[in-house]
Nanobody, 118 residues
């Protein structure tokens, strides 16, 4: 059974930091590109950051320079370090695992709430 379990969300003041984690089980983690998405109330889910199997990264313009995505294949875990948080970063953050090729697969976590407010 595949499971992506996010943790690390919570309430933080503007300018603060949080580190999200996503622990994967039931998949060959190193074969998957990993990503973070977020969805604010009334908004569509949007890409925040991705990291490929070889460690290449890409970020949404709105988080460049503030967020850092990383992965630890030995721990089957990806991370999102979020610094200089703003109110507009408030959303539910979802972990995503995607594998392309002849046997494509995609999985989602259940989400973790991040609220940036004073």
């Amino acid at each position: 059974q595949v499971q992506l379990l996010e943790s690390g969300g919570g309430l933080v003041q503007p300018g603060g930091s949080l580190r999200l984690s996503c622990a994967a089980s039931g998949i060959l983690f190193w074969l998957y590109d990993m990503g973070w998405y977020r969805q604010a109330p009334g908004q569509q889910r949007e890409l925040v950051a991705v990291i490929t199997t070889v460690g290449s990264t890409n970020y949404a313009d709105s988080v460049k320079g503030r967020f850092t995505i990383s992965r630890d294949n030995a721990k089957n875990t990806e991370y999102l370090q979020m610094n200089s948080l703003k109110a507009e970063d408030t959303a539910v953050y979802f972990c995503n695992a995607i594998r392309t090729g002849s046997v494509p697969r995609e999985y989602w976590g259940q989400g973790t709430q991040v609220t940036v407010s004073s």
